[in-house]
């Protein structure tokens, strides 16, 4: 199983947890791809920020 595929049962859960039953399975598949998507952008933009801010001079 993939991570992917755990994050969304795990989203599906907690959704059905707190009364939302009416997205479908393929919904939950898209919004983890859009979070996953997110983070490496994040992730990106995190290690861009610390390598510009090693290269500065002090």
């Known amino acids: 199983m993939s991570v992917k595929v755990m ?3 795990i989203l599906q ?3 059905a947890l707190r009364g939302v039953h ?4 393929s919904d939950y ?14 992730e990106l933009s995190l290690a861009a920020r610390e390598l510009a801010g090693k290269s500065e001079p002090e």
Do not use: F, M
């Open 29 to 42: 598949d898209e919004i983890v791809e859009q979070l996953v998507e997110q983070l490496r952008e994040l």
């Open 13 to 15: 859960n907690q959704l």
């Open 7 to 9: 994050i969304a049962t």
């Open 22 to 25: 009416s997205l479908a399975p």
